[in-house]
């Protein structure tokens, strides 16, 4: 199907194969996608920072690192990262969030009502919506456990590279809040590599 | 009820109504504790690590820290704590965990096991079990991302003291794992203080 583009502030989702490989893109630099995975035969499995901290022992992730499961099943590893600072940490940014961080702006549903409507469609609903995989985000972690949501590092064509270790539905977006992508809002490109 | 003790490598689930206090305890010192909390009218409502990290602003949650639900509402205030280093990050030790972590070693459904089997009889299943709140668990995060797991700081007696700010069901374990206790296992005290 070619390379695809997520408009600004918005969501989608699609079916990954087994062995499909997902490229997420950053087309024009200082963006961030948030991305969910779930089990495509039992959405009921759904992708886990904790699961994925657990293993990876860390938590930067970048190439090499397998994203799990709640059920401690590899959902999907990164093989290629050409920016190497990601997110596991924060859930994606809503309507409640958006209220409590941006008083008097603009209230967005943001990437949380994103992927809510763009996952119903597979039976997935609100309060299936785990922490996301929020590539490209940048939150260091001090010393002290604080922590601030920084402009992402990525450089206009930056990407990651993940294979699907399972069938999977997957949820992206390009980000809508105003702090994670340096004030501006872009568009993620993706594309899927299909294994056959 | 006074103060309950919940034995080593076991679990247990109890209702706790909004504006109680739940006292959990250390009573021999390094042990750890793993705290989840539910909405009691409607159980799709969970304790979230990425919801509580957005509005905390830190990973390390201590007195006056508020822990909230996938729904961004609030279910527990930490009012008192003796120790000061828990663990947000981590999902409770389970059959695969202790297969990836101790090999050789005998095999325990682990903390996830024995939330399961306590929270069942209120309609939560496993797949319900997101990252639970590890009181006294000590993990710390070095400035590369590693994350390690510590034996806890908690000294005999030590204690955390949470208010609900919601009716809640409360699951809460004394740790099965080898390495989050320093390698014992010893009993949980805990004790609710009603409002009313």
Not at 118 to 143: H, K, R
Request: glycine share 8%; proline share 7%.
């Amino acid at each position: 199907m070619g390379r695809q583009s997520i408009p600004p502030r918005s969501g989608t989702a699609f079916r990954l194969s087994a062995g499909d490989t997902l490229w997420v893109i950053d087309p024009e630099g200082v963006q961030v996608a948030d991305l969910l995975a779930y089990n495509a035969n039992d959405v009921r499995e759904v992708i886990s920072n904790g699961r994925t901290f657990d293993y990876a022992e860390t938590i930067k992730l970048t190439t090499g690192h397998v994203l799990y499961s709640n059920r401690s099943r590899p959902m999907l590893t990164i093989v290629e990262d050409t920016v190497g600072t990601h997110d596991f940490l924060l859930t994606p940014c809503s309507k409640a969030t958006f209220e409590h961080f941006y008083p008097g702006q603009p209230v967005h549903r943001g990437c949380f009502g994103n992927l809510a409507e763009a996952l119903a469609p597979y039976g997935i609903s609100e309060d299936d919506i785990p922490v996301a995989f929020n590539c490209f985000m940048n939150v260091p972690v001090g010393a002290d456990g604080a922590i601030t949501v920084q402009p992402p590092l990525s450089k206009a064509g930056d990407f990651l590279r993940l294979r699907a270790e399972m069938d999977l539905i997957i949820g992206l977006t390009a980000c809508s809040a105003y702090a994670s992508n340096g004030g501006s809002f872009k568009p993620i490109d993706y594309e899927v590599e299909q294994a056959n």
